[in-house]
């Protein structure tokens, strides 16, 4: 079983929707993120939370909103999707016990196209 | 925040050696990992550096240069199932979050 899931796994939605991307996990970690991929520009970060009371913006949060309704859970939303909201969108886990070698663990991507 | 400059696509052939260099720009350097990424999929983990020096692990090394800002991911023995995306990120205390900044990838194409 995947310890990082996403859904949708796929979604098709039209400009001005409000939408929810989700993510679980099972690996017990307290920091979770959001980041959104586009060709030629790598993984940028959109918001990230080190514990359940914790939320943070990262480079690119404008248009999106998070919340972390439990340790495991951590949800992205688009309040009013636009076309340059295309994109794959990862959520990524990480365990600051591992100590200075911190790996994120990926969930499997959520493919967001805005029509 | 960081400057990471990493090539955008390499071809190597099959059974050969590749080296994917990432060079970067930062006030608080406190790590650099290696991910690998296959085509529509999670990236997943490949290598950690902090100090300077070659950590190797089996057909994949990942050698840093702190006083340089450099650092590469060599593959040796390369395989078909070896043709992805590497990602380079940077860790930076100076702000505070120590959360990796990520390079645009190398694209690796290995052929027969």
């Known amino acids: 079983d995947a310890d990082v899931t996403q859904t949708p796994r796929n979604r098709i939605t039209k400009t001005g929707k409000r939408i929810m991307l989700e993510c679980s996990q099972t690996?017990?970690?307290?920091?979770m993120y959001w980041y959104r991929q586009d060709p030629g520009l790598g993984l940028r970060l959109i918001y990230y939370?080190?514990?359940?009371?914790?939320?943070n913006k990262g480079e690119i949060s404008d248009g999106y909103s998070v919340s972390r309704q439990a340790q495991a859970k951590f949800s992205l939303s688009l309040e009013s999707a636009i076309p340059n909201q295309t994109a794959l969108y990862f959520c990524a886990t990480s365990d600051p016990g591992q100590g200075s070698v911190e790996t994120q663990y990926f969930g499997p991507g959520t493919r967001l196209l805005v029509l | 925040g960081q400057n990471i400059d990493q090539p955008t696509e390499m071809t190597a052939t099959e059974g050969a050696i590749v080296q994917i260099n990432c060079t970067y720009q930062t006030s608080g350097f406190n790590g650099l990992f290696w991910y690998q990424q296959h085509a529509g999929e999670a990236p997943t983990f490949l290598s950690y550096?902090?100090?300077?020096g070659l950590e190797e692990k089996g057909r994949f090394s990942s050698f840093l240069s702190r006083s340089k800002g450099y650092s590469y991911l060599l593959l040796k023995e390369l395989q078909m199932k070896d043709s992805a995306s590497y990602l380079c990120?940077?860790?930076?205390?100076?702000?505070?979050?120590?959360?990796?900044?990520f390079g645009r990838g190398t694209s690796l194409i290995v052929h027969p």
């Open positions: 550096n902090v100090l300077d």
């Open positions: 690996k017990g970690h307290d920091r």
């Open positions: 939370s080190f514990d359940v009371k914790d939320i």
């Open positions: 990120a940077v860790r930076d205390a100076s702000g505070g979050s120590y959360i990796p900044t």
